[in-house]
Structure formats: structure tokens, C-alpha cells
């Protein structure tokens, strides 16, 4: 299949022509498409290139659909603490840092608190096996060794966090390690809506 994708990609540049392909696999879209057009039920969810779509999803059936593993999705919720905000997911103890700005993004989206999920991917779940500034306790749940990397599900208060991290760097299931999440990477939706707020931080 691997074959099959370079092929078509090699005959795509060679021809110079434009090409409509449907696919089922997003891993076939990813790679062989300029631009994507992303369906659901017959209904349009988001036009935009493999990246665009890829980095800021239109709502959560595309948050969840592009990319493998797919988006962590949260449920949470923000408040200001001293100079920054905090996240904090559904059954947490405490909440993620974040820079101030997005209280006020938030606010300027009019989204109620109660409607308000978290989106991360597993690459902007940071993971450390010492305490550090910024990182929170969390437990190693499952450990999913995938060659050169590994995915790490992280239980954090009632919700699962996965964070991809390098091969054995957490050694067994059960540990305490310490997680941050990268507000850069990190989305927020309307969770009546499905829509994404359009933070960037």
C-alpha cells in the first residue's frame, strides 16, 4: 500500500495534472493530497492543506478523524491563577499552566464554561520522569511501544491523556511521571457545537 501511495504521488507530479482521489484513509489523504476536503455524512467539515487540517482542525470530527493517534479531547475548564490561566481537566486535582491571552480568547468566543474541550495531540503532551517547573503528577497507564517512539496513556484526574514520547523512556505501566501540555499545540471547542473557538496561543 505504501508502494501503491509513492506511485500514485510520482505519476501526480509527473503528469502535472489535477487529480481528484477519494479515499476513506486519512493516511492516504495526508500524503498524497495539495488540499483536502474532509466530509462527514454527506455534510462539509473543512477544505485546506494536509497541514492546515492537521493543525487547526475546524471542530472535533476533524480533530479526531486527521492524525494517528487521533487528538486527545478533554473536557475542561479555565480560570485565571496570579499572572496566567489554568486548564484543568474533568476530575483534576490541578490545572495545566497557560499564558493569560487565552481567558481573553475565550471571552471574546462567548463560549460557556460547561460547553468548553480541550484538544491536545499526543506530541504536545510533554512528558518528564522528574518534577519540573510547570508539570504535573500524573500516572503511566498503558505504554504502547511502536518502534522509535512510544505512546504513553497518562490518567490525569477522571480523563486519559496520551503523549507520544521517545522508546523506553517510561519504563513500566503504573509509574508516576509528570506531564506539561504545549499551549501552542492545544485547541478548544464548543462542545454543543463541535466547533473549534479558534484559540492560538
Do not use: C, W
Not at 50 to 77: D, I, R, T
Request: hydrophobic share 45%; aromatic share 6%; net charge negative.
Amino acid at each position: 500500500r505504501e508502494e501503491m501511495r509513492a506511485e500514485i504521488k510520482r505519476l501526480h507530479i509527473k503528469q502535472g495534472s489535477t487529480t481528484i482521489y477519494v479515499t476513506h484513509d486519512q493516511i492516504e489523504a495526508m500524503s498524497l493530497a495539495d488540499r483536502i476536503v474532509i466530509m462527514h455524512e454527506g455534510v462539509l467539515q473543512q477544505v485546506g492543506s494536509p497541514s492546515e487540517v492537521y493543525k487547526h482542525p475546524a471542530n472535533l470530527f476533524v480533530a479526531q478523524f486527521v492524525g494517528s493517534p487521533v487528538m486527545n479531547v478533554a473536557n475542561a475548564a479555565v480560570t485565571m491563577n496570579g499572572s496566567g490561566a489554568r486548564v484543568t481537566v474533568d476530575g483534576a486535582a490541578e490545572g495545566f499552566l497557560f499564558p493569560a491571552e487565552l481567558v481573553g480568547q475565550l471571552d471574546a468566543a462567548s463560549v460557556e464554561q460547561d460547553r468548553l474541550a480541550l484538544g491536545i495531540r499526543p506530541e504536545g503532551v510533554m512528558v518528564s520522569r522528574e518534577p519540573a517547573d510547570g508539570y504535573l503528577p500524573v500516572e503511566a497507564h498503558i505504554i504502547e511501544p511502536l518502534g522509535s517512539y512510544d505512546i504513553v496513556d497518562l490518567k490525569v484526574g477522571a480523563q486519559m491523556l496520551r503523549a507520544r514520547t521517545r522508546s523506553g523512556f517510561v519504563g513500566k505501566p503504573g509509574v508516576q511521571v509528570f506531564a506539561k501540555l504545549d499551549p501552542a499545540q492545544a485547541h478548544f471547542f464548543d462542545t454543543t457545537s463541535g466547533n473549534s473557538l479558534g484559540v492560538r496561543l
